[in-house]
């Protein structure tokens, strides 16, 4: 069994920066991915972020150049750093862990950008 825990997230204006983390612990392979995907209200839950064990990234359009992935291997913990924050990046950002096939899923951390 793998299990997440998120912590981050919070209220901050436009223009701010938050940092979300991510823990996994349990039966942990050395190969898979680590992710940040976002649900903002009336929407459909998008991709933000991944990462791979191997460190390469991949990032929603919309967040390039503002929010930055990374892991620490030794800790199973993936970081969203996020930048430049806008109102439109409103939403629960939920934590991503996917091994041989099978996602799971942290409970969500809300985000809110807002003055």
């Known amino acids: 069994q793998v299990q997440l825990v998120e912590s981050g997230g919070g209220l901050v204006q436009p223009g701010g920066s938050l940092r979300l983390s991510c823990t996994v612990s349990?039966?942990?392979?050395?190969?898979?991915?680590m992710g940040w995907y976002r649900q903002a209200p009336g929407k459909e839950r998008e991709l933000a972020a991944v990462?791979?064990?191997?460190?390469?990234?991949n990032y929603l359009d919309s967040v390039k150049g503002r929010f930055t992935i990374s892991r620490d291997n030794a800790k199973n913990t993936v970081y969203l750093q996020m930048n430049s924050l806008k109102p439109e990046d409103t939403a629960v950002y939920y934590c991503?862990?996917?091994?041989?096939?099978?996602?799971?899923w942290g409970h969500g951390t809300q985000v809110t950008v807002s003055s």
């Open positions: 991503n862990f996917r091994q041989t096939g099978v996602g799971y």
């Open positions: 349990g039966n942990i392979f050395s190969i898979n991915t």
């Open positions: 990462i791979s064990s191997g460190g390469s990234t």
